[in-house]
């Protein structure tokens, strides 16, 4: 028996939201916290689900995943809790700020991917 106190889960109105102030392109439905991210092609499709699974790993927190040739569903909830717990909003969070994230829009030394067809792998904001 764990001596660990059970994490707190947030109401579906808490959970919206929460969602609509912090993560506005994820949506709740189902007991799920989710989002799908349009990608240009299965190149795209992979990293982001290799980007999605590393940071799961690293965060000792799975989320479901659903895949086809030019999208990629990512669907969030604490089992354990049996709902939506902080747990979800940081780890959704950190999806987001990384497969969303533009170095050529930061004006660092990173340029970015070119605006080329052919280099495009994400579809940003959607």
């Given at each position: 028996m764990s001596d660990k106190p059970q994490e707190k889960t947030y109401s579906e109105n808490e959970i919206k939201e929460r969602l609509a102030a912090e993560i506005p392109l994820w949506t709740y439905e189902g007991g799920w916290i989710r989002r799908t991210f349009k990608t240009a092609g299965w190149k795209g499709t992979l990293?982001?689900?290799?980007?999605?699974?590393h940071l799961a790993e690293a965060a000792w927190h799975h989320p479901d995943i659903t895949a086809s040739y030019a999208w990629v569903e990512v669907r969030l909830q604490t089992h354990t809790a049996?709902?939506?717990?902080?747990?979800?909003?940081?780890?959704?969070?950190?999806?987001e700020d990384v497969?969303?994230?533009q170095p050529g829009?930061?004006?660092?030394?990173?340029?970015?991917?070119?605006e080329?067809?052919?280099?495009?792998?994400i579809k940003y904001g959607k």
């Open positions: 990293m982001v689900i290799n980007t999605v699974g049996k709902g939506i717990t902080d747990k979800d909003f940081t780890l959704a969070k950190k999806i497969v969303q994230w829009k930061d004006g660092g030394a990173l340029e970015g991917t070119p080329d067809p052919r280099f495009a792998y």
